[in-house]
């Protein structure tokens, strides 16, 4: 997966927008105002953040030497994924999916029904 692809997937989630507040090289993507991924625009190789359940990203961690700690982020829920590398696709997807699902889950009842 490329950064444009990793882009549009996360653009096709329910609600996703993008933005760039951290300046014109990181993509910040958010649901419902709340960040579930960024990606540096000129890393090489491209990476992202994603939110993790602590105990999968320890777990993530030790089957992939693509993904580390989260950089500048709670290292704890928060992992830092090389996307174009060897990690399959079908499993960038499900990383991606589980961090806006952490999002979403962590929303209020009002904002979650919003969203449906």
């Known amino acids: 997966m490329d950064l444009e692809q990793f882009r549009e997937y996360c653009l096709n989630k329910p609600h996703a ?8 090289d990181v993509l910040v993507f958010k649901v419902a105002g709340k960040m579930f991924a960024l990606a540096s625009v000129d890393e090489v190789p491209a990476t992202a ?3 993790c359940d602590p105990d999968l990203a ?6 992939y030497e693509q993904v580390r700690p989260g950089y500048h982020m709670n290292k704890k829920h928060w992992n830092t994924v090389e996307i174009d590398s060897q990690i399959p696709e079908a499993e960038l997807c499900k990383m991606i999916d589980h961090s806006y699902e952490l999002v979403v889950k962590s929303l209020t009842k009002a904002k979650r029904a919003k969203l449906l």
């Open 17 to 24: 927008t993008e933005s760039t507040p951290f300046g014109e």
């Open 49 to 51: 953040n994603l939110k």
């Open 58 to 63: 320890l777990e993530l961690r030790d089957r």
